[in-house]
């Protein structure tokens, strides 16, 4: 068995003796929502809170990815994890990990990923449903957090992989926001360049129908560390335009 736990955490969870694999495989907690089943096991997440601090405990049983490096498979769990220290060293803001552990016994491959609630930050999918709402500098500054949380994954030779607006957490900070990211299962280094850069921002874009061409502009004028009129940002505009098309028509023919 292979386990890691966060330094700053342990004292709290020895607290509650909750700091080894066995004790958080067996606590008794409400799950969140319905587990996921498939890949021949399941994988559930649950909410604990702990002395006033929330955390997000997820746990599977023979739920298993196969990649070229697995090829008979690994818990999902291990790979999220590898992604999330990978994310830390780079510089990355995304979610903390606390606990990881996985376990075999008698033929079960059993994973725990425990990370910390991201109480006090919204995900941008709820702020986008009250879009028109937002005073005009808080959209501003939703963007320009987005622009430059995207800069820093790419500028690190990353992409999320689901850049999606619900799995891009916000927090006003003043007049400004910050940003990070959750589920990074599917990151994986960037290996084309530019065509692997749109292909990670337009999904965003699609999934914000609300935002206007001036609106994109402002994301991709921090993006790209430029101004919003530039060459270079008509460049991008323009190509993240056409691969939408191209994906709606996908969509729509399927």
Known sequence: MSHFIAGSDQPLL???GLADFQSLWDVQLDA?????????GWSSVFRLELEGSGFYLKRQSNY???TLHHPFGEPS????FRNISRYQKLGIPALQAVFFGEQKIKGE?????MTR??????????????WAEQPL???RAILQACGQLARTLHGAGQIHGCFYPKHIFLQAV????????????KTRPILFGQRDRIKDLEPLLRRAPMWQEADVRELLAVYLHGDSNSAEADTWFERLGRRGSHKRREQHSA
């Open 77 to 80: 769990f291990s790979r999220e």
């Open 14 to 16: 020895a607290r509650h």
């Open 137 to 139: 500098p808080a959209r």
């Open 32 to 40: 969140v929502d319905e587990p996921n089943t498939g890949r021949g």
């Open 174 to 185: 003043g007049n400004a926001y910050r940003a990070q990211l959750i589920d990074l299962e």
């Open 117 to 130: 609630a991201l109480d006090g930050w919204t995900d941008l999918d709820t702020l986008l449903q009250g």
């Open 109 to 113: 491959r059993r994973a725990i990923l």
């Open 64 to 66: 298993l990815t196969h």
